[in-house]
């Protein structure tokens, strides 16, 4: 049967011949026996860039600039006399910002940050990509130089074999203790404990996730107990428009699969 590694109870019949995916990222399907089977697959990459950048800039900032627990302290009458460290947290301006994955997201990342007055752009992944890099002056190094030195890591990459678990406990050993981690590409590029760890004893400052292992994050989960740790719900693409635009897509997909025609989105297998 072919389906969703997560979920063994999502499984597909011997007559299964497109499949259509309200997403951009694959890593929930079996793609070696959909290849198998010569299974069309339609997915929707491009549509959904912007709403999750944009996402992904909302998440840095407020995790650096401690939002949800400022919110916080206003409810809870924790705002009391002006104190001059009181909720400081770390900005933007001339910061050094590692992007792990340059593609269409992590690079519409980066030209939303470059205007808070970013200072060096860094990235990782297979290989230099310098035309999308060029936008940006972005330097290509390896994963261990982007931990060094970034003050904002963010993680744009896609799950594959090679990114799962990628940020464990070297990578977050290296990073400064004034750093913020942002996760909004798949949980599973994340060894959850050893980021609890790094949080935890203040290897790290904070981190934002909008993805995790799993999904949903059990409520008792410890990650939940950490003041430095906002986790969202997986909502980079949510935007009422986003998710209208990415339906017409997923079902032009499939109309096309099931006629034998071309695809608007296919993915190359
Ligand atoms: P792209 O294919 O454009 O970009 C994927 C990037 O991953 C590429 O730049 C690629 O770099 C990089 N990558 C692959 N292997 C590695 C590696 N070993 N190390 C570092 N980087 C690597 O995809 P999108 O930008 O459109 O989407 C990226 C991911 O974001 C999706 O796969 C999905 O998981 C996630 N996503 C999350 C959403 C949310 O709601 N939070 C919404 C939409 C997407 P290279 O080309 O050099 O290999």
């Known amino acids: 049967p072919v389906g969703c590694p997560k979920r063994p109870s999502c499984l597909t019949g011997p007559d299964l011949k497109v499949i259509s995916t309200l997403s951009v990222g694959f890593d929930h399907l079996a793609l070696d026996e959909i ?3 010569g299974i ?12 999750t950048a944009e996402l992904s800039v909302a998440l840095l900032l407020s995790t650096c600039r401690r939002l949800p627990e400022a919110a916080e302290q206003v409810k809870s009458g924790g705002w009391t006399t002006w104190k001059p460290l009181w909720m400081c947290g770390y900005g933007l301006s001339d910061s050094t910002v590692g992007i792990i994955g340059l593609g269409r997201i992590g690079q519409a990342v980066a030209r939303r940050l470059k205007p808070f007055g970013v200072r060096k752009f ?11 890099a060029a936008e940006f002056g972005a330097e290509f190094v390896p994963l261990t130089r982007l931990a060094e030195e970034s003050d904002f890591v963010v993680v744009t990459c896609a799950l594959t074999p090679a ?6 406990k070297d990578f977050f050993g290296r990073m400064k203790k004034t750093s913020v981690f942002v996760n909004t ?4 590029v994340v060894n959850q404990e050893d980021l609890y760890n790094a ?26 107990s950490l003041k430095n740790c906002v986790i969202l719900p997986h909502i980079g693409s949510a ?13 032009n997909n499939l109309l096309a699969g099931l006629r034998g025609e071309p695809m608007p989105h296919e993915l190359k297998l």
């Not at 990114?163 to 464990?168: A, E, H, L």
């Not at 203040?202 to 999904?215: F, K, M, R, S």
């Open 35 to 37: 290849k198998k089977r």
């Open 40 to 51: 069309r697959v339609g997915y929707t990459p491009d549509v959904l860039t912007d709403a």
């Open 122 to 132: 860094l990235y990782t992944g297979s290989g230099p990509k310098p035309e999308s």
């Open 163 to 168: 990114t799962q678990g990628m940020c464990n």
């Open 185 to 188: 590409s798949r949980g599973a």
């Open 199 to 224: 949080l935890a004893s203040g290897q790290i400052a904070a981190a934002g996730l909008d993805v995790t292992t799993p999904e949903p994050l059990p409520t008792d989960h410890p990650l939940l």
């Open 239 to 251: 935007t009422y428009a986003t998710r209208s635009t990415m339906a017409v897509l997923a079902a």
